[in-house]
């Protein structure tokens, strides 16, 4: 069987299913709360979100251009795209560590059909995207890893340009310094190939301050100055969240990886882990993989978010690895034929679990939950309106619809917990509408200020929990 064969059926088989449960439209499921943000930046060539997520803002442009449908089922495509083609690429991987056609395949879809991948693959986020870097950054370096063997020119010039591009997409990239420089540096004669390339893709970022300098309406950060630039890119904004959460949470996150472990791989995934490491003799944990890992599980059991698991979907990847090695030596072990079998028949049903039990919790081909939010909420505006918001979800959404979709126009969004920052003025100028804002944007009285300073406007107040819209009329001038 030819080398690419397998890899190719196991990379069509998982974007088909992620096709058939791909979000129709713009999506709150699955934490897709930043969707209406990087779906925008994209389209309107902005700048997102720190650190600004440029790769992902780069190929998002190209992909919201398609035909398909909507421009963010277009970008949600994208997801599912890059999430099959990292489950295509995991394939490959496995058949270079020991041939097995079969073993690749049932491994890579037990990936395909894990819970944190299946749900980012149906979404408009940059998870997907990252998991095909770290699919492929495995991919290159697998020579070094299994076998210390020095990488060849174009695998290191690979090598270096999809570590600085993936970056570019996910700053977490940064936990495999541990393989990809080692590897690099392993080839003395080339290793200038690999870091040389590893600066042009990361000159990606160079697009930031590109983008910023052309003030689009979505502009985060307003990055046009070094110290501007560097705020963005380090994460500024959610600098405090990082190594922030509470011992407590901590204990209970890291007594949860377990379970979390056996909802991405299924129990028959645990069972090929569990006859690997009954055999110490036989194999090895490779040091270099062990680091990666452990970086990424501290970065998100200390990340203080609801969703600071997601960080963990690379892991699910290198730990999908080691279920091949068990699924292939509890094979390789077995001389009698029926027995094989038989082990065949309970390792498909591995994927084919996850495939079924997840289905219904996945499925987000129906939801159009947020496009009602949306028209709902527009269409109650008055003429003119202020809307000040107060949740991601919210604001990203609208976004969405008034910069892409073109809807109400003549309406404002002003966010209030972006109203300090001195580079959210000329993003609400670049959105268009904008209102003019008081001198003082802090204390609970900047509304009434807000609304002094724009008389002839009716402010409106979208509170998220319980989800209430009261609206103030324009203010009567004096006779």
């Known amino acids: 069987m030819r080398s690419w064969t397998v890899p190719l059926v196991a990379g069509l088989i998982a974007f088909a299913i992620y096709l058939a449960t791909l979000a129709p439209d713009l999506t709150w499921a699955h934490a897709g709360t930043d969707g209406g943000d990087l779906v925008t930046a994209a389209v309107v060539w902005g700048v997102p979100h720190p650190p600004g997520y440029p790769t992902y803002t780069f190929i998002g442009h190209i992909f919201a251009s398609f035909p398909f449908g909507s421009v963010a089922y277009n970008l949600n495509l994208m997801s599912a795209l890059a999430a099959a083609l990292a489950c295509a690429m995991l394939a490959a991987a496995i058949l270079k560590i020991n041939g097995s056609a079969f073993v690749a395949a049932i491994t890579s879809l037990t990936y395909a059909f894990s819970l944190m991948l299946w749900r980012q693959a149906t979404i408009a986020e940059v998870h997907a995207l990252n998991a095909l870097f770290v699919a492929a950054l495995a991919y290159i370096t697998l020579p070094w890893i299994d076998r210390d063997a020095p990488l060849r020119p174009r695998a290191c010039a690979a090598l270096g340009l999809l570590w600085g591009l993936g970056l570019g997409n996910s700053t977490t990239l940064l936990a495999f310094a541990p393989i990809v420089i080692p590897a690099l540096w392993?080839?003395?004669?080339?290793?200038?190939?690999?870091?040389?390339?590893?600066?042009?893709g990361l000159a990606v970022y160079l697009l930031i301050p590109i983008r910023a300098n052309t003030l689009p309406p979505?502009?985060?950060?307003?990055?046009?100055?070094?110290?501007?630039f560097l705020w963005l890119v380090s994460g500024g904004l959610y600098r405090g969240y990082a190594f922030a959460a509470a011992p407590q949470l901590i204990a209970q996150r890291v007594i949860s990886l377990p379970r979390l472990a056996l909802e991405q791989l299924g129990w028959i995934g645990a069972i090929w882990i569990a006859w690997l490491f009954m055999r110490p003799l036989r194999f090895r944990v490779k040091r270099s993989l062990l680091i990666v890992a452990l970086l990424y599980i501290i970065f998100a059991t200390t990340y203080n978010t609801i969703d600071s698991d997601l960080y963990l979907i690379p892991v699910w990847l290198l730990l999908c690895g080691y279920v091949a090695i068990g699924l292939h030596q509890a094979l390789s072990t077995q001389r009698d034929s029926m027995r094989r079998v038989a082990l065949g028949l309970i390792a498909l049903l591995g994927p084919g679990i996850l495939?079924?039990?997840?289905?219904?919790?996945?499925?987000?081909?129906?939801?159009?939950?947020?496009?009602?939010?949306?028209?709902q909420v527009l269409t109650t505006l008055p003429a003119d309106a202020i809307l000040i918001t107060r949740a991601d979800a919210h604001t990203f959404a609208l976004w969405y619809h008034v910069q892409v979709l073109q809807q109400r126009r003549d309406v404002s969004i002003v966010d209030a917990r972006l109203i300090s920052y001195e580079w959210y003025e000329p993003m609400l100028i670049a959105?268009?509408?904008?209102?003019?804002?008081?001198?003082?944007?802090?204390?609970?009285?900047?509304?009434?200020?807000?609304a002094a300073a724009n008389p002839l406007r009716p402010i409106c107040d979208l509170q998220p929990e319980p989800r209430t819209m009261a609206c103030q009329p324009p203010q009567t001038p004096d006779p």
């Not at 979505?218 to 110290?227: E, S, V, Y």
């Not at 495939?355 to 939010?373: Q, T, Y």
Request: glycine share 8%.
């Open 186 to 200: 392993r080839v003395r004669q080339y290793r200038w190939i690999g870091f040389a390339c590893f600066a042009l």
């Open 431 to 450: 959105q268009g509408a904008a209102p003019a804002l008081p001198e003082s944007r802090a204390g609970n009285e900047w509304l009434d200020q807000l």
């Open 218 to 228: 979505i502009n985060w950060g307003d990055a046009r100055t070094i110290p501007d």
């Open 355 to 375: 495939l079924l039990s997840g289905w219904s919790s996945h499925d987000l081909s129906h939801d159009r939950s947020v496009a009602e939010f949306a028209d």
